[in-house]
T-cell receptor, first 113, second 115 residues
Framework: SQQGEEDPQALSIQEGENATMNCSYK?????LQWYRQNSGRGLVHLIL?????REKHSGRLRVTLDTSKKSSSLLITASRAADTASYFC?????????????FGAGTRLAVHP | DAGVTQSPTHLIKTRGQQVTLRCSPK?????VSWYQQALGQGPQFIFQ???????QRGNFPDRFSGHQFPNYSSELNVNALLLGDSALYLC??????????????FGPGTRLTVL
């Protein structure tokens, strides 16, 4: 079973609007990562936030992490049609130096021109 | 600098057959992980190889096996294929170091269809 649960499952917005996706997880983690996937192809790493961090920015992306609520959010500001993709959160729990990613089911974002 | 490459891109097999998927990691990377992504789902961890040994394994049956070669490339083998094995198989490479913060770089995936 998967660790993360994304919300919403699908999101449809207009260009220029902000998109917010949420992720919840069940067990303690060392870090949480967000990935993007276009049309069922390979995943592209967007941002990593460590368990002792609360917020991180990268360009138009803003990620928050609340370890007390076991949740994270990804905000994409001023969205563009090219942002249309599926977005996944993935958690990492260190295990003897070998770390696997546990993914949620993803949010499918559609940005309309 | 080539990223992670996978072959083949697409594959069609019938139930009961065996399949081998291949992955070449990003230059400089020594760890390879494999993930299975069913349609509409997130990727699920299959296993991870480092120094030619399986280091971690997800909840997959023994029909799924792998190998890592001295040049760090890797193969995923699936025996006795089932319809439910139809999925996108993703390979990811990273650099081991124990920090856990090393980014995993994903390949484009191999789309396996089992008929």
């Amino acid at each position: 079973s998967q660790q993360g649960e994304e919300d919403p499952q699908a999101l449809s917005i207009q260009e220029g609007e902000n998109a917010t996706m949420n992720c919840s997880y069940k067990t303690s983690i060392n870090n949480l990562q967000w990935y993007r996937q276009n049309s069922g192809r390979g995943l592209v790493h967007l941002i990593l936030i460590r368990s002792n961090e609360r917020e991180k920015h990268s360009g138009r992306l803003r990620v928050t992490l609340d370890t007390s609520k076991k949740s994270s959010s990804l905000l994409i500001t001023a969205s563009r049609a090219a942002d249309t993709a599926s977005y996944f959160c993935a958690t990492v729990k260190f295990s003897g130096g070998y770390n696997k990613l546990i993914f949620g089911a993803g949010t499918r974002l559609a940005v309309h021109p | 600098d080539a990223g992670v490459t996978q072959s083949p891109t697409h594959l069609i097999k019938t139930r009961g057959q065996q399949v081998t998927l291949r992955c070449s990691p990003k230059s400089g990377h020594d760890t390879v992980s494999w993930y299975q992504q069913a349609l509409g789902q997130g990727p699920q961890f299959i296993f991870q190889y480092y120094e030619e040994e399986e280091r971690q394994r997800g909840n997959f049956p023994d029909r799924f096996s792998g190998h890592q070669f001295p040049n760090y490339s890797s193969e995923l083998n699936v025996n006795a294929l089932l319809l439910g094995d139809s999925a996108l198989y993703l390979c990811a490479s990273s650099l081991a170091g124990g920090s856990g913060y090393n980014e995993q770089f994903f390949g484009p995936g191999t789309r396996l269809t089992v008929l």
